[in-house]
């Protein structure tokens, strides 16, 4: 065949950034028929230029700046920021502090797992999924509002601790909302998880082997959906996570559905989680002062922390001034998106295509950052 | 673990190693950049399979770029971190495509944002931002105020109001 | 035999939804029912003017550099920007004499950007806004 003839035989069509299954994400699909030939990401679309934007500001001044990286998800970034800035600099932070900060982050999670699952309802066709889910993760968005005034940005964390106290009315009502969510599961195994078309297009599609996942980059529940035991909450514990108890979910097979199942299984063990740490919290101050012109000495830190779509670390380096040198960013979507999504979406049918992504759990605000 | 990744290396590279420190998880080492693919290549034979991130540096008063790569070990859980210096003038350095496919990112994004050369990467066309004439946004020198101030704002400095 | 009863449940199990036709919803009718508002959410800002001191610490923290000073009486009092104010509370937690305050008001639309500044008057922040 001639070389022209050749390329007219592919169509160009936009996985595009205005499009009710893509999120805020843009690719450019080569498609023959039915078959994708190629995948080609183009990110940009939400880049706002965040590490150069936190070397003018003092890190008080950071903290709200530093929620809006992942907005699905906001507590992990606080917590990694907040931890890599305390360790640079010797800051002693309270125990009650540390409780609250574990408290909020595992609500966090919650809420991004329960979002997760209405948006893969939408995809799939199955709407009503993602009616019922909304109206869940609003118990979850109350409780954010009574302990720090924000909705989906809290600006919570701060150097030193927490900036407010929880009240014994937030305690009474994180409870009621845990029975509410774990009676809330229990519905939701025969609607969403063990219903015919869930099983039907998720299985076997976008499969990974533990090999290819970790040379590309892979971290969070889609390793552990491929069979390897990776959690940082295990393996390089921060805060107070050596004093509770819970397992590691982890799957074999390592296409779609069992990455779905794994974010159900986390979401009950953060409930487990949470009550155990709301039995026993101590009493004491919630901060300690450091001022908005404190500056951290020279030197450099990495931290990183489990967010729930994988891990997201933080590179800071400081030079003495109250301002950072240096903050660099690692999102948990970076590689997955631009790596790993071309790489599985290669071969199959356009159908399968939004399924791999939405599977995937790519946030593009961290993505671009 | 630290004891016996030093003794695997001092031998080869004894000239190209010029710090190891190591404390509890965690092995800093700082590598002369000539040898530096083969000590990372060393690296991911003893154990290390999985490549955190690749993140640059701007040090302009020594004139020097920095590349810190983060590395972990799935089975035995311990963390290294390996720094390259290069020159500011015409920063290149081998890539490490080959060892690690999920680098391939990384070194794009450091390529459009601070104009690091890295050779043998396959694909290095500009990743967020498009049309751009000014030097890489995220150095030292390129200051993100005035360029702001200049492009989109008039010249009033109380209220500002935005044009075009 | 267990096939059989398990594809015989699945078949009927789509029927079950029918108890939810009788259930309420989730859903409020906003603007007639809203949730109660908590007093220490976020919103629009207030000002006392006998406490200010005019020091403009507010002014030198702010991280979108949305409070300006302006003239009102012989003394400067700073003046806010909700276009650009990103309600992170950090006027309000480093203010030396608590002047400046976050109220939980936060019902605030406008057609055009210049009624987005908070004016000064006898009580404080006046808005120009609806």
């Not at chain 1, 009950?268 to 404190?294: V, Y």
């Not at chain 3, 199990?13 to 220490?40: A, H, Q, S």
């Not at chain 3, 109220?103 to 808005?127: Q, R």
Request: charged residues 30%; contains cysteine.
């Amino acid at each position: 065949m001639d070389i022209e003839e050749k390329e007219l035989a592919f169509l160009t069509m936009p996985f595009g950034p205005q499009h009710p299954a893509s999120g805020h994400f843009h690719a450019l699909m080569k498609v023959e028929g039915e078959r994708v030939h190629e995948l080609e990401p183009h990110p940009g679309y939400l880049h706002r230029g965040f590490e150069k934007l936190m070397e003018y500001r003092v890190h008080v001044q950071n903290c709200p700046l530093v929620d809006r990286i992942c907005i699905l998800d906001p507590f992990p970034n606080e917590l990694g920021y907040v931890n890599a800035v305390e360790k640079l600099g010797g800051v002693e932070v309270p125990e009650r502090a540390r409780y609250i900060r574990i408290i909020m982050t595992e609500f966090g999670r919650i809420l991004s797992h329960i979002t997760w699952m209405g948006v893969m309802g939408m995809v799939l066709g199955f709407d009503s999924a993602c009616r019922i889910a909304w109206g869940d993760r609003e118990r979850v968005i109350r409780l954010n509002e009574i302990i720090s005034g924000g909705r989906l940005y809290p600006c919570y964390f701060c150097p030193g601790g927490v900036r407010r106290d929880m009240s014994q009315e937030f305690i009474k009502m994180a409870f009621e909302n845990l029975d509410y969510l774990e009676k809330q599961l229990d519905f939701y195994d025969p609607f969403f998880f063990d219903n015919e078309t869930f099983i039907m297009r998720t299985k076997g599609v976008g499969k990974l082997s533990a090999e290819e996942a970790i040379d590309l980059g892979t971290t969070g529940p889609n390793l552990r959906a491929c069979g390897v035991d990776y959690d940082i909450r295990k393996d390089e514990p921060y805060e107070v996570y050596p004093k509770v108890d819970f397992n590691v979910i982890t799957r074999e097979e390592g296409d779609a559905y069992a990455r779905g199942m794994c974010r159900r299984g986390e979401i009950a063990e953060s409930i487990s989680i949470i009550r155990q740490l709301l039995n026993k919290l101590p009493d004491g101050p919630f901060r300690t002062e450091i001022g908005p012109a404190w500056a951290a000495p020279e030197g450099e830190s990495y931290f990183c922390v489990e967010a729930a779509r994988g891990e997201l670390c933080f590179h800071m380096v400081s030079d003495g001034s109250p301002v950072p040198y240096r903050a660099k960013v690692r999102g948990p979507s970076f590689s997955h998106s631009l790596v790993v999504f071309p790489y599985l979406a290669k071969g199959g049918t356009i159908a399968d295509v939004p399924i791999i992504y939405w599977s995937l759990d790519g946030c593009p605000a961290d993505m671009d950052r | 673990m630290i004891d016996k990744i030093t003794s695997l290396l001092k031998p080869k590279f004894a000239d190209s190693l010029l710090k190891i420190v190591g404390e509890g998880k965690e092995i800093t080492l700082l590598v002369k950049k000539e040898k530096a693919h083969q000590i990372l290549s060393e690296l991911k034979d003893a154990g290390f399979n999985h490549l955190s991130d690749v993140s640059a540096v701007d040090y302009i008063d020594e004139q020097e770029f920095e590349l810190v790569y983060h590395l972990w070990a799935h089975r035995e859980k311990i963390r290294a971190i390996v720094k390259v210096r290069i020159p500011r003038e015409a920063p290149k350095l081998k890539s490490v495509v080959d060892l690690w496919t999920g680098a391939q990112i990384h070194e794009r994004e450091d390529h459009e944002l601070f104009g690091i050369n890295f050779e043998g990467n396959p694909n290095l066309s500009p990743l967020f931002l498009e049309d751009w004439e000014e030097i890489p946004p995220f150095r030292k020198d390129f200051d993100t105020r005035k360029y702001v101030k200049e492009k989109y704002y008039s010249e009033e400095e109380e209220y500002p109001v935005a044009k075009g | 035999m267990a096939y059989l009863s398990e594809k015989f449940s699945r078949t009927f199990r789509p029927l079950g939804i029918v108890k939810n036709l009788f259930k309420k919803p989730m859903t409020l009718k906003f603007p007639y029912e809203t949730l109660p508002p908590l007093p220490d959410y976020r919103g629009r800002h207030a000002l006392d003017l006998e406490k200010c001191a005019g020091c403009f610490i507010c002014s030198m923290i702010c991280p979108n550099k949305a409070i300006w000073p302006v003239e009102f009486e012989g003394r400067k009092y700073p003046q806010v920007n909700l276009g650009k104010c990103c309600w992170c509370q950090l006027c309000e937690e480093y203010c030396p004499n608590k002047a400046i305050k976050l109220t939980p008001h936060s019902m605030i639309v406008t057609m055009n950007k210049e009624s987005a500044i908070l004016g000064i008057g006898k009580e404080g922040f006046i808005p120009k806004h609806g």
